[in-house]
């Protein structure tokens, strides 16, 4: 059945292609196949309506390029699987890959009307104790055995041995989490058991690379080499972690007309993330209530309530490690520092601002709960506004302004080479707003870039209004819409944004919204199209994130008027 290519095939096609709608067969047929389907297998696939998938994966492709060739996924399998001529694939079909060993021992769970018959046209067909040997003209023999009404096949005896032992099966799996199938197409399912020593020993040599590398980033962009390695540091041992506690990923796929819902869920062992996400609550503030409707390319809401930390508090531990002084840093009594970046007595000093730092930006995020923000990519620069939520609003005010000073030398590596220089406190409206000329260190290799990104007379303003901080970068111009007077029709309120946010779930902590034809005013001319002005927002692709309980689960929406949008943008010819 070319096992790995059709167990390749099948992800991609659920994962990457987004067709128009499809036919959903009733909760007790997909259940049906789940009480077959063995619950250890490294890959698990259930596609729900095969036959209308692949013809909306073609209406699709075709709506929004005309002149694409739509992948021929069921083709693709007829011509590899032996028995795929008569499968009746309206019906839900199901797939696993036992492990990954490459040993072809891929499994194949289908209705085939006729079965008996059918087996009987096969030349040479052998039969022994109910499973049937098969063999095809240039395809893979086949070892097929009628169950449940379902037949299950595989290239091997050995996978069809796995496919009907006894055992806990998919429907035992999902007894917990049934209402990740409510509404869906397909679903994909992740065993970590299997793979994790693999995936941990890829893990260890990235690892082993990474501070070289990072090392080389930060030289090359013209900041702190030590706060890059501190940053990779952190970033593999957290996904060391992950991977050491995570026991499933589940995938998804819910198809309308018009959008395309995806999820993935995940599920832990005991240990340090169960016990964190346990301790988890629901956003009880709003996402983009409190902001103004506007032009933007990404929207960012959250509420993690509580004031849990854990996340942050490991970050900046490791953050914090990476910067430490190293061994014989201190520099001999008389001797004066002689700079350079290998020397200790002259590090000593950046890695103790750095700590500081660190510490800072700990301290602020402990009191911060949630925040927006928004970013729009204009002609004239890039505008970012938001503001932090929490209960210690002055708390969070003062830190914040500590961060544009101390942090600024620790994040040299991450910010474009930009400083801030304080310009004092202003008065707008009825804040007082402490405000900030952002400068660009031209002899930094990415300060032009993003001294170009930013736009000319950057301020950052930050200020109290009501119960939160605010903060705005941008001009003076930005700050006075921002800080004056009360929201009049809120982002949330826009249309398209609450379209998009309703078709999430609403007990969540996070929700993302892009809108990818907001960036072109900023990017088109460094991609050789012309000119053009902010656009209204179109339907973003939106993205929630909800902690609280188990499973930690990923929504998506991903409208096709986005993709269309996207596409026309690149066909000057065609309208918005």
């Known amino acids: 059945m070319k096992s790995q290519r059709f167990a390749f095939m099948v992800a991609v096609g659920l994962v990457m292609v987004l067709p128009l709608h499809t036919v959903r067969a009733g909760a007790a047929e997909v259940e049906a196949v789940l009480k077959l389907m063995p619950a250890d297998s490294t890959v698990s696939v259930v596609v729900v309506d095969f036959a209308k998938l692949d013809k909306t994966i073609a209406a699709v492709v075709k709506s929004i390029k005309s002149d694409a060739e739509p992948p021929q996924i069921l083709a693709d399998i007829k011509s590899n699987v032996g028995i795929a001529e008569w499968i009746d694939f309206s019906k839900p079909v199901g797939m696993a890959v036992p492990s990954l060993s490459g040993d072809n021992q891929s499994i194949l769970w289908a209705v085939v009307p006729g079965f008996a018959d059918k087996v009987k046209t096969v030349a040479d067909a052998k039969e022994e104790d109910g499973v049937w040997h098969l063999t095809f003209e240039s395809k893979s023999d086949v070892f097929a055995k009628a169950k449940g009404g379902y037949v299950i096949a595989s290239e091997s005896k050995e996978g069809l041995a796995l496919a009907t032992k006894e055992g806990k099966t998919l429907a035992d799996e999902f007894k917990t989490r049934m209402d990740l199938l409510t509404n869906r197409d397909a679903l994909i399912h992740l065993n970590f058991d299997p793979i994790r020593p693999m995936v941990l020993a890829q893990i260890a040599q990235g690892a082993q690379m990474a501070p070289m590398i990072a090392m080389m980033a930060g030289q090359q962009a013209g900041g702190d080499p030590m706060a890059m390695t501190g940053l990779f540091t952190g970033l593999f041992d957290g996904l060391k972690n992950f991977v050491e506690q995570v026991a499933y990923l589940d995938i998804t796929v819910g198809l309308t007309e018009t959008a395309a819902n995806i999820t993935l869920a995940s599920g832990y062992k005991d240990g340090a993330i169960k016990s964190y ?156 707003v402490e405000q900030f000329a952002v400068k660009f260190d031209t002899t930094n290799p990415t300060a032009a870039q993003a001294a170009q990104m930013m736009g000319e007379n950057t301020r950052f303003s930050l200020g109290i209004v009501g119960s939160r901080v605010r903060y705005c970068m941008g001009s003076d111009q930005d700050a006075q819409r921002i800080f004056s007077g009360k929201v009049e029709k809120s982002l949330a309120a826009n249309k398209v944004v609450a379209e998009a946010m309703a078709a999430l779930p609403a007990k969540r902590n996070a929700v993302l919204l892009i809108d990818p034809v907001g960036v072109l005013p900023m990017i088109g001319p460094m991609i050789g199209m012309p000119k053009m002005e902010p656009m209204p927002p179109g339907p973003p692709v939106a993205i929630s994130v909800s902690l609280s309980g188990e499973p930690a689960r990923v929504d998506i929406n991903v409208p096709f008027k986005a993709i269309e949008r996207m596409v026309k943008a690149f066909s000057p010819q065609q309208p918005m």
């Open 277 to 432: 996400l346990a301790k988890q609550k629901p956003a009880s503030v709003s996402p983009m209530t409190d902001i103004e409707d506007q032009p933007y390319f990404l929207a960012i809401g959250c509420h993690f309530p509580g004031g849990e930390s854990q996340f942050t508090d490991y970050f900046f531990d490791k953050m914090s490690a990476a910067t430490a002084p190293p061994p014989g840093a201190a520099a001999a009594p008389g001797a004066p520092p002689t700079g350079g970046a290998n020397n200790p007595a002259a590090t000593a000093p950046i890695a103790d601002s750095a700590k500081e730092a660190v510490q800072i930006s700990r301290d602020l995020y402990r009191k911060v709960e949630g925040w927006n923000s928004v970013i729009a990519l204009s002609p004239s620069g890039m505008k970012i506004s938001g503001d932090y939520l929490g209960d210690d609003t002055q708390g969070i005010f003062d830190l914040s302004k500590k961060t544009m000073t101390k942090v600024n030398a620790f994040t040299k590596s991450f910010n474009g080479g930009a400083s801030y220089e304080a310009l004092g406190p202003k008065k707008i409206a009825d804040a007082t």
